[in-house]
């Protein structure tokens, strides 16, 4: 499906030539191999010092201590892990044949996930009172919005593994709210009349948060409902991203987004799937609109990111961590290995925007450019025609 030129990855970029020149006067116009984990730089602006960027990348399968239980795993980067990023959190949950990620909601955030590996059954009620279930597999999306009731049930014989990202950086996955959290913590009596149940029969209840529990292996085809005339949901819950993204190829890598434009009910964040290739870039560039949240799949690289009054930091980043990049901040990404380097990624808008710095600059008349950098009308000519997004 074509996109436009504006409105998803730039189609302009410098050209080579351009930029070695360019250098000279203006040296964040280049990618410059980074070989050490960490490059930062430190200037004085109109008020005097500015303070180093903060660290924005984060091992979140390595460095949080997470959930663990027979039933599976989960592992989150909140701001308590990962300060920068105030506007998105987010879990790697795995789950083990026959467990389910107990019925539950969320107060202060939306849920979005990636399936990763595996196969995963959702179920989910809406305010209006129809509900939803719905099979994933490797490359799916769900969403559900914030407060919506649900849960997540591995299916079939073999492991299922996904990421979880939610539109609040203070969101904990270990405090949300938990229906056997909940009626553990009622009497018995209460639960009864609620219920119609006997008393005896929460009396023998656990007195704690299940989170994680163990039971029958789920499978294909459902059970039915225990009121099978509750209507189902008008709303998708599930987009296939891998196979229905909107795609775009470019000399160095490949795209696949998701909007709330194509999957109407992801109204708080747009996702993109992103692979680049052995020593390529993805074009310096900003979100105007979002910060931006990125997990890296598999591979390494070096992610870069300017924050104004001269601060520039280069942080590399490899397969299991997480990186966040506020908004208007001008970054770029550079694959240092010898594999693809493959990263899901999310913006807390409901639809992308860009501004790449090679759009930017071929949008402005040949002699300003030429005055700004100091190069040659030759040299200017050329920036309009280089590879585009990725190369």
């Known amino acids: 499906m074509a996109t436009t030129r504006r409105g998803f990855i730039s189609a302009a970029s410098l050209s080579t030539f351009g930029l070695v020149t360019a250098a000279t006067s203006l040296n964040l116009l280049i990618p410059q191999k980074a070989d050490a984990a960490v490059k930062s730089t430190v200037k004085k602006g109109p008020d005097g010092p500015q303070a180093e960027l903060e660290d924005f990348v984060y091992d979140i399968e390595n460095g949080s201590t997470g959930w663990t239980g027979t039933g599976g795993t989960a592992k989150e980067a909140t701001v308590e892990e990962f300060p920068v990023s105030q506007s998105i959190a987010a879990v790697i949950m795995r789950l083990n044949p026959g467990s389910f990620r107990e019925l539950h909601w969320h107060s202060i955030a939306a849920e979005w996930a990636y399936i990763l590996e595996g196969k995963v059954r959702t179920t989910v009620v809406s305010p ?51 229906s056997t959290d909940w009626i553990s913590h009622i009497s018995p009596e209460i639960m009864a009349r609620n219920s119609g149940l006997s008393a005896s029969t929460f009396a023998a209840f656990l007195h704690k948060e299940l989170y994680i529990g163990t ?35 470019f000399a160095g890598g490949s795209t696949r987004k998701v909007s709330s434009k194509e999957f109407p009910i992801q109204t ?55 990186s966040f990049i506020k908004q208007g901040y001008g970054h770029y990404i550079e694959n240092t290995g010898t ?17 790449s710095l090679n759009d930017w600059l071929s949008a402005n ?27």
């Open 339 to 355: 594999e693809t380097l493959k990263l899901i990624i999310l913006f807390n808008a409901p639809e992308y925007q860009e501004i």
């Open 128 to 178: 209006d009172g129809t509900t939803s279930t719905d099979d994933f597999e490797k490359g799916d999306i769900w969403y559900f919005p914030k407060g919506h009731g649900h849960c997540l049930q591995c299916l079939g014989d073999e492991h299922c593994l996904f990421l979880l990202g939610f539109d609040n950086g203070h969101f904990s996955e270990f405090g949300t709210f938990s």
């Open 268 to 322: 708080t964040l747009t996702a993109l799937r992103m692979d680049i290739e052995p020593g390529a870039i993805r074009e310096l560039h900003w979100h105007p609109n979002a910060d931006e949240w990125q997990y890296v799949m598999s591979g390494k690289g070096n992610l870069s990111i300017f924050g104004s009054h001269g601060r520039v930091k280069t942080m590399a980043y490899k397969k299991g961590m997480v």
């Open 365 to 391: 008349p040949a002699q300003l450019v030429q005055d700004h950098f100091g190069i040659t009308p030759a040299q200017t000519a050329t920036l309009a025609h280089h590879k585009k997004g990725i190369f």
């Open 215 to 249: 039971g029958k292996i789920a499978t294909a085809p459902r059970q039915q409902n225990l009121d099978p005339d509750i209507p189902t949901s008008s709303s998708a819950h599930k987009f296939r991203m891998e196979k229905d993204g909107i795609f775009q190829q």
